[in-house]
């Protein structure tokens, strides 16, 4: 073995080496108030993943590979310290709730398959992940269950909603359960033509529910009314908003929040086909006055890096973006930070304009008092990232879990937060980081090979032309001004070829203009040609100091592919990020 083959053999070894090391990579953050992203595990399903926060402690829930339910625990640092697959007797578990007691107990929810069709579930667990109570099921027999919603009454009791998944046999049903886990109250039905209910407590314990009701076939109703626990009804039932489907559309929602001051339900309506496309609707309306309610469109950009303005946020975030501009063509799946507070986020999976084309991100979104604030962009990882649910800790820290596209039928499950405990760790340089730094910039050097036509095409033009000179005067060396100028002459045609013929279908000055939008005025006038004309003369001149050659087309071809490459270089890094 020759000296390059231990040379490409000692790489080899390293990158095995590092790899071994790297351990599990966090995946990027788009926005300062957010950590990495944690990976916690992987999903056999493109559902939510259960999340409760409490003190110093996160708790997820997810289906894993074998459609079983797994639990993790997560530390105040975001390391996760346990995780197991429930020993649960259900089989094909899906859509998984927790609910966090003050006295730090897990209360678990799940649709599970049995003979007569899709089951609710309930458990209890301790604060380790162990099961404290019999398995119940709670749905009532022959019900195929689709939605779920629950929450702690002022007696410390869960009152739990839930109905079918489809329209055929409609209805909303409550039940309680009582700190020990044995239901108080049986299934009763309180809404007999309603499906997808959604719930919220405000501060002084009054119960807060929206629905919907298919009054024809294309048609969604979304209602709201208060319920009353004791008495186990609903006050003055309200239309809120009603929804019309068109064709290969779907509705998803409804999720309801609350601020100090109003009320807010949340739905999704999705173009499913050849073109998809996702836009989320609100209705809002001061509390203890439904009828008032109005609806609009959140609207956000779908810029990849916003420019953020400080903001003075309840929960645990200080900065947003503004609203205005492009509208993202797809925003869904909304989902709430529970109970109620001067402000309201919202968390949806948002399409971003990246440089490697769109892509699906997180992103949250901000309201009060009816209007949106601002936003953030929390993501930036390489896959499609979806369904996140997000809650607060006591400290009113926000923690957020998501999952993101593996390949088929798999998913990432992955975590972060505002902690600034969380924080400290995630976002620490780690050998991974170095790792996978390394890959960009290899693959921005692939970019730059894979562009080589690219650069021909720069050079096709300015090169004929000297041909011509050449044919014409028969001077091959910079011996005569004619030389010289015929070189002047092609050095500009292919600064303007470099300018006008873009390698990525559109030129580079754009991007900067997204990338750099402060310096991106003195690049779109003279100056990012005038700084490649400058390097590759610099390069010609020092070829020419160092050779006896006067070449005329030894000296172009040096401008030519300094000047060329340079710029593929930097439109690679461009397309990875660095810039």
């Known amino acids: 073995m020759g000296k390059r083959g231990r040379f490409l053999a000692l790489l080899l070894l390293l990158g095995v080496v590092l790899g071994g090391c790297a351990g599990p990579r966090t995946t990027p953050r788009a926005s300062p108030d957010w950590s990495k992203g944690q990976p916690v595990g992987m999903s056999a399903l493109n559902q939510p993943v259960a999340i409760q926060a409490g003190e110093g402690v996160v708790y997820l829930t997810w289906v894993d590979g074998e459609h079983r339910l797994h639990w993790a625990q997560l530390d105040e640092k975001g390391r996760v310290v346990a995780d197991k697959s429930l020993d649960l007797p259900t ?84 039940l309680t359960i009582d700190p020990e886990s044995l239901v108080t109250s049986p299934n009763s039905l309180i809404a007999s033509r309603g499906i997808a209910p959604t719930l919220q407590v405000d501060q002084e314990g009054t119960f807060h529910l929206s629905w919907l009701e298919r009054p024809v076939y294309d048609t969604r109703q979304i209602y709201y009314a208060t319920f009353d626990p004791e008495r186990r009804v609903l006050g003055e039932v309200i239309g809120i908003a009603e929804v019309v489907l068109r064709g290969g559309q779907i509705m998803v929602g409804p999720v309801l929040g609350l601020d100090l001051k109003n009320g807010y339900i949340f739905w999704s309506i999705e173009q499913r086909g050849r073109a998809v496309s996702g836009d989320t609707f609100y209705a809002t309306f001061p509390l203890g006055r439904p009828v008032e309610s109005v609806v609009m469109g959140l609207r956000v950009p779908p810029t990849e890096r916003p420019r953020y303005d400080p903001y003075a946020g309840e929960y645990d975030y200080h900065l947003l973006a503004s609203q205005e501009g492009a509208v993202s063509t797809f925003l869904s799946r909304p989902w709430v930070v529970d109970g109620q507070r001067s402000e309201l986020p919202v968390v949806v999976s948002i399409n971003i304009s990246t440089r490697l084309g769109e892509h699906l991100q997180i992103a949250m979104l901000v309201l009060s008092q009816g209007q949106l604030k601002g936003y953030q962009v929390v993501t930036a990882t390489k896959m499609a990232s979806l369904t996140p649910h997000i809650v607060a800790d006591p400290r009113l820290g926000l923690h957020l879990a998501w999952i993101d596209t593996a390949g088929f039928e798999e998913y990432q499950v992955l975590y972060a937060s505002t902690s600034p405990q969380v924080k400290e760790v995630l976002n620490r340089i780690t050998l ?128 030519a592919f300094t000047a060329g490459i340079l710029r593929l270089f930097l439109f690679a890094l461009i397309r990875m990020g660095y810039i």
């Open 91 to 174: 089989r094909s578990s899906q859509r998984p709730r927790l609910l966090l007691d003050p006295q730090g107990r897990l209360h678990l929810f799940w649709i599970a398959s049995k003979e007569e069709g899709q089951g609710l579930y309930y458990v209890q667990l301790s604060a380790s992940g162990e099961i404290i109570s019999d398995p119940l099921l709670l749905s009532l027999p022959g019900m195929e269950v689709g939605y779920v919603a629950s929450g702690f009454s002022a007696q410390g009791q869960i009152e739990l909603f839930w109905s079918q998944a489809a329209y055929g046999r409609p209805g909303v049903y409550n």
């Open 432 to 559: 991974a980081d170095v790792v996978d730094k390394g890959g960009d910039l290899i693959t921005a050097l692939f970019l730059v090979v894979g562009f080589a036509p690219v650069l021909i095409a720069w050079i096709v033009l300015p090169l004929a032309l000297l041909l011509i000179f050449y044919f014409l005067t028969g001077q091959g060396e910079l011996t005569t001004l004619g030389a010289w100028v015929a070189l002047g002459v092609a050095m500009l045609v292919q600064l303007l070829a470099m300018i006008f013929i873009s390698p990525g279908g559109r030129d580079l000055l754009p991007l900067l203009a997204i990338s750099m939008p402060q310096v991106a005025p003195l690049f779109t006038s003279r100056l990012f040609p005038i700084l490649l004309a400058i390097l590759g003369l610099g390069a010609m001149a020092f070829y020419l100091r160092r050779t006896r050659s006067r070449s005329l087309f030894g000296a172009f071809f040096v401008f």
